[in-house]
Structure formats: C-alpha cells, structure tokens
T-cell receptor, first 111, second 115 residues
Framework: DAGVTQSPTHLIKTRGQQVTLRCSPK?????VSWYQQALGQGPQFIFQ???????QRGNFPDRFSGHQFPNYSSELNVNALLLGDSALYLC??????????FGPGTRLTVL | AQSVTQLGSHVSVSEGALVLLRCNYS??????LFWYVQYPNQGLQLLLK??????LVKGINGFEAEFKKSETSFHLTKPSAHMSDAAEYFC?????????????FGKGTTLSVSS
C-alpha cells in the first residue's frame, strides 16, 4: 500500500513566478492538509481540503491556494513567489478526522 | 487558541541513556497530542498519539509519552537511546472541530546520540 506521495521532489523558481505542487493521499484517505516548513522550524499549517472544499485555513496570504480533485489528490499553488516562500512543503492525508500521515515533501527554492 | 512549546532545541545523550524530550501544550479544550519524528531530508513519521484514552501512550521504536493534564505536558521518553534515534522530533496539538483538524507544531528538538 503506497503512502502519501508528493511531486516534484525539488523545485527551483525565481521571484514573481508561480508554482504548483502535487500530492496523492494514502489509499482510503479523503482529507489532505498542506504545511510549510521553513529551515530549522516546525511545520506551519496552510490549509486542509475535504470533499473538494477548503475546510480550514491557516495564517497564509491569498497567494497560497489549493484544490482537491474527485480522486482526493490535491494541488498547492503559490503565486508571485517571494524569497521567503523557500521551504519544504509537506502534504498530509487522513481519513477525515483521523491521524494525519505525511509525505516526503517538496523542497522549493526561490531565487 | 492552541500552542505547543518544546523545551530545549537540542538534546544530546549517550547511546543507552534515557531520552527525555519535553513538550508543553496550551489548549482551551481537550487536546489531541502527537509526536512526530523527522529524519534528514524526509517527511514526518508518526511516533505516537494521545486521543483522550490511556494517559500513558506507547509508540513505535520503544518511545512512549505520558499525558499530564495538571502540568499541561506530554513529554516523550525512551529508556535506552540508540544511534538510529538521532533525528528531529516535533510535538503537535490539534483540536477536532467542525472547522477541521489542523496540527499546530512546536519548533522541534534535535536529538543527538553519541557512542
């Protein structure tokens, strides 16, 4: 049984560009959450998707947006990239209210 | 609002010694508490969780944690450290309500194990 998968593994962008990160949840999971982990920090909650709707959102600007597809996979989009957006982006999946399981992350570098 | 404080950004122990990583939480309602471990260049792996059942929770790799409501603590322990335990450890709290189940993480504790 495959765990949570994320793509790409690494990504390099320049300031002002836009980026899309992808996440496939564990089999049987219907909820996807996204987190940003800056270097040397704990993960910070960006938002959570359930039934293709954004159910909960953390303290992130509107430049961060997402989507969940009917097969429960999800995308995280970041527009107008800033240097401060450089981080490890983690996706976690769960069965609605249950425990969240994390993917390996996507390392985004903004130059 | 919920929050987590991990005391000690870096803990060093010798192989075979007791591991104690400290976590205090703040929550206005009964919390769910978690410990995750992160190895270099990897995602987070769940060690254990507390969801209002037994206050002493056993996890993987010999780790356990005790929920103490009076002290608002959820410290992680392991009786005997192994070299493979060297990693970053994160304590997290969540509250399950209609809004969702966001995890609020502490800043993490780096565990070093020397031979």
């Amino acid at each position: 049984d495959a765990g949570v998968t994320q793509s790409p593994t690494h990504l390099i962008k320049t300031r002002g560009q836009q980026v899309t990160l992808r996440c496939s949840p564990k089999s049987g999971h219907d909820t996807v959450s996204w987190y940003q982990q800056a270097l040397g920090q704990g993960p910070q909650f960006i938002f959570q998707y359930y039934e293709e709707e954004e159910r909960q959102r953390g303290n992130f600007p509107d430049r961060f947006s997402g989507h969940q597809f009917p097969n429960y996979s999800s995308e995280l989009n970041v527009n107008a990239l800033l240097l401060g957006d450089s981080a490890l982006y983690l996706c976690a999946s769960s069965r609605e209210w249950d425990t969240q399981y994390f993917g390996p992350g996507t390392r985004l570098t903004v130059l | 609002a919920q929050s987590v404080t991990q005391l000690g950004s870096h803990v060093s122990v010798s192989e075979g010694a007791l591991v104690l990583l400290r976590c205090n939480y703040s929550s206005s309602v009964p919390p769910y508490l978690f410990w995750y471990v992160q190895y270099p260049n990897q995602g987070l792996q769940l060690l254990l969780k507390y969801t209002s059942a037994a206050t002493l929770v056993k996890g993987i790799n010999g780790f356990e944690a005790e929920f103490k409501k009076s002290e608002t603590s959820f410290h992680l322990t392991k009786p005997s450290a192994h070299m493979s335990d060297a990693a970053e450890y994160f304590c997290a709290v969540s509250v399950h309500n209609q809004a969702g189940t966001a995890l609020i993480f502490g800043k993490g504790t780096t565990l070093s194990v020397s031979s």
